[in-house]
């Protein structure tokens, strides 16, 4: 009988399967020594502490990994959602996808909004008439806009409110959110899981993944052994367009589900937990999300739609109204300096109001 997949297995025993397959990401111990300095500072002050999880995890096809599946996200949901919890006074702990959007800097960091696009050049002074140059500044538009950033970043970094940990991969996401649940137990009921991260569903263990780079096209017998790939990834006759190209199978299996032992395990007695679902068919969108709820037995799940993720979500809840739409209206739709329509936090959209200092596509 062939053995069950992680994906099919009891929450636990899934967990110490999935965990033994990979080694823990080399910058966990650091990450550990960080959060545990952080909790203890806001245990002591008696602070809210929220986990946000953000941007999407990647699949690597190899240990050395050349190719990976990506699952989408750009981690504008994670950063601005932080931005708001720190203003309401929590310590945000920022799991995120490295280069994925952050707080605060995303407001100038995004590709359609150069931050570059926000300076200019000072006529040169007096003081500075030898060399030339004027200083670099801000435009006046943007004086009063990036000022309250500025100082909200700069609030949260000198009162040590904010902690940025990065991850890549599906498996790094997995250590990273155990390690972090096991040090926030001291918080008790004031932790809270924010988990908005689009997290793969599917793995490639690593006892069956390719060590080298996958080769599209036959080698010579001498060097095959070394760059074959493993089981689970194979490179077969391409049948259709006959030629010494190979076509590229890939086996995946189910990630376990965390959300459970999330709930039953990992996190503090009493805190909450928020997870996000992401589908793209409206049809399922509802549906998918009740189920999370009734199969994890959590407190909130946040869905929405890929298409209209910025302005409409709706809130699942174990209790009534059971299901609730928040909707940005279009004319409170926020633009970027590129004129695109933005997204607005939740907080804000449920006042029905936008958020004025965003830029982020
Ligand atoms: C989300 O649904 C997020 O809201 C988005 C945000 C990823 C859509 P952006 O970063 O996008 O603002 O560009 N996150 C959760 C996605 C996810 O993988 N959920 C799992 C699922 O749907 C459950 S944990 O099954």
Partial sequence: MAAPLVGEMEPAAAE???????????????HEALARAFIQLHVEANRRVVLVTSGGTTVPLEAQTVRFIDNFSAGTR???????????????????????????????????????????????????????????MVRDEYQDQMRSVLRKYRYAK???????????????????????????????????????????????PRSRMAEH?????????????????????YTGENEEQPSNRKKLVVNLDPVPKFLHRLV??????????????????????????????????????????????????????????????????KSKRSKSISGVEDQVGLAEAQKGNTVPLDQSE
């Fill in 264 to 329: 039953d395990g990992w996190a503090p007695e009493g805190s909450m937990v928020v997870s996000f679902k992401l589908e793209t068919d409206p049809s399922l969108l509802v549906y998918k999300a009740r189920t999370a709820l009734q199969r994890y037995s959590h407190h909130l799940v946040i869905g929405n739609l890929l298409s209209t993720r910025k302005w409409e979500v709706v809130f699942i809840t174990p209790d009534e109204p059971h299901e609730r739409w928040i909707r940005v209206p």
């Fill in 78 to 136: 994670g950063a601005t959602s932080a931005e708001y919890f720190l203003e309401q006074g929590y310590a945000v702990i920022f799991l995120h996808r490295q280069y994925s959007l952050l707080p605060y800097s995303r407001h100038y960091s995004h590709s359609t909004n150069c931050f570059l696009d926000f300076m200019d050049e000072a006529p040169p002074s007096a003081d500075s008439a030898e060399s030339g140059h004027g200083s670099i």
């Fill in 213 to 233: 780079k996958i080769q599209s096209s036959e080698l010579p017998a001498h060097l095959q052994g070394s760059a074959v790939g493993a089981d689970d990834i």
């Fill in 16 to 30: 110490s399967v999935y965990f033994n397959e990979y080694p823990p990401p080399k910058a966990l111990p650091k």
């Fill in 158 to 204: 000198q009162n040590n409110r904010l902690l940025l940990l990065p991850f890549t991969t599906v498996s790094e996401y997995m250590f990273e959110l155990r390690s972090m649940a096991k040090i926030m137990r001291p918080i008790g009921p004031n932790a809270l899981f924010y988990l908005a991260a689009a997290v793969s569903d599917f793995f490639i």
